[in-house]
């Protein structure tokens, strides 16, 4: 499985406010200078995690964006589920009936083994656990 730059970027973001967790909202520019990331594209991710219910917005001179649950409540699975168009190891693996040979297919059930571990052992992991690891 390879992330695109959307589930990198959209995780660099998610923790950054969770960093700020408890804080006052953090407005986008913030973020995009503690990321390096470009604030049209910060404000494309931050549209999908807001969808998701994973960030909120606070309008207002002092507004700006926050975590809607604590880090501890988010899983890396939910940020990546909500940023990336294809997450998993092989499409067949995700997506039922997309292959004619699914029913036939002899290397299909490592594919959908794998997926369901990589699943499962993101899950586990929160945004905080990340947070937690940075140095």
């Known amino acids: 499985m390879r992330l695109s730059t959307r589930g990198r970027y959209g995780l ?6 969770g960093k700020k967790y408890g804080d006052n909202p953090v407005s986008l520019n ?8 470009s604030n049209n594209y910060l404000e494309q991710l931050i549209r999908e995690l ?9 309008r207002g001179v ?15 699975a ?3 589920e909500c940023l990336e ?10 997506v039922p009936g997309l292959c004619s040979r699914e029913d036939t297919c002899p ?10 571990d990589m699943i499962n052992s993101i899950k586990n992991v929160s945004l905080q656990d990340l947070i937690s690891k940075e140095k």
């Open 30 to 37: 913030e973020i995009s200078k503690a990321t390096g990331l």
């Open 85 to 94: 168009e294809f997450f998993g190891v092989t499409e067949c693996s995700v």
């Open 12 to 17: 660099a973001a998610m923790i950054y406010l």
């Open 50 to 58: 807001k969808k998701q219910d994973l960030v909120i917005s606070v």
């Open 107 to 116: 290397s299909r059930l490592i594919w959908t083994q794998m997926h369901d």
């Open 78 to 80: 939910e940020i990546l």
């Open 62 to 76: 002092q507004g700006g964006y926050l975590l809607k649950k604590s880090p501890k409540e988010i899983s890396v």
